[in-house]
């Protein structure tokens, strides 16, 4: 190993859980600055509510991004083989400016600018052997041409050696200067997993010296990495790609792609006991509203999510203390999908300084339920929520014991129906099919 950069503190970078929207779900690889700074705009209304980073995904270098093939796709790099936005997508970078000033307009507009790269270095830079910046080296001394991404046909691997370190450092340094937030990187916390280039690409944003969010995908990333990724990264992917269902079928048992909603109970369960500042296990982004015009999965939709399974979705990720990153169309959300994302008190259990955990042991009653319990940090638990998993409407009639709190009268707060309940030893109620109920103890305030 390369001598090491000492990381930047976590918990400095990512106190709270990275609140924000990702472009892949509705645009792919073709997002322009237009659409983008529609969105953004969008989500700068909900500042107030924690909602900070705007992330372009994959292919904003790429010239036709609906090109069926590397060639056709046709990547913009500079002269140090470094990618470059196209300025026919993004006129804000002519003249060499990269995403300067499309970054300086969403910090204007109290946001964080992010971007996604597949992990490596461009086969054209390799093949034309560039100049790495700020070093003597050039692409072919970087390059691991055994390592590239197996469903990505871009780049080649980095090399864990100091002419990989220099590129890599060559890449954030711009990003740096660009003034990116956020850096999504792909093809790297599984299949394959990627320690080296990890660790290579959070020493060189250690050195460049601007606070950024490395977020590490695809999933499902391992607990057994989990100390080589916290130590350079502050979120990673637990899951293979999470799109617009309830579940799916995997007829291919090598796979489990696309996951569904339902998939994410026992994935946040199984990394719960890992949660803490600046350490996000991630169960990928919220594809609600309008997956268009041109999503990463499929064909142009409306979200097949329905309105409970977009609750259950938010409650879920919320009390788990996941990343909440957005997919879809901002622009095309709709009043119901809003009222979803804007849930302060949901939201809440997300942000505060809290720690949550699923209920084991449920009674027969409640067979078909997941039931989450959160408290602030050292306190007694204040919030329940219980999820119907189950083919059809839920009755619950629970004492407050089987659902982890101590059993004595208390008020309530219904934290989606936003009204009090009077003091009870018990919850009673029904929970329609794939939705989710929350209280908060104590009443309403």
Known sequence: MLGAAQPLHASNVAP????????WDAYGFTIDEAEFKANARVLAGWKGLGWSYAVIDEGWYMADPLGKDLAERHYLLDGYGRLMPVVSRFPSAADGHGLRALASWVHAQ?????????RGIPKA???ANMPIAGSPFHAADAAD?????????GNYGVADNAAGQAYYDSLIRQYADWGVDFLKVDCIADHPYRASEIRQIGQAITKAGRPVVLSLSPGPARIAHLDEMARWAQMWRIADDLWDGWTFPHPDPTTTFPNGILSAFGNLARWNAYVEPGQWPNADMLPFGPLDPHP???DPRPSRLTPAEARTAFTLWSIARSPLVLGGRLTGYGAAINAVVTNKAIIALDQEDRASRPLTELPPSLADAQVWVS????GAIDTVAIFNTGEKPLTVDAGWAA????????ASCDLWRHHALPPSTKWITTIGTHDVAVLHLGGCG
Do not use: Y
């Open 16 to 23: 709270t859980p990275p609140m924000g929207w990702n472009s």
């Open 110 to 118: 109290g946001l964080k600018f992010g971007v996604h790269i597949i």
């Open 125 to 127: 830079a390799v093949d």
């Open 145 to 153: 041409k055994t390592a590239t991404c197996p469903w990505d046909d």
């Open 296 to 298: 990463g999965w499929g």
């Open 375 to 378: 408290s602030p940090r050292g």
């Open 403 to 410: 659902l982890g709190v101590a059993n004595k009268a208390v």
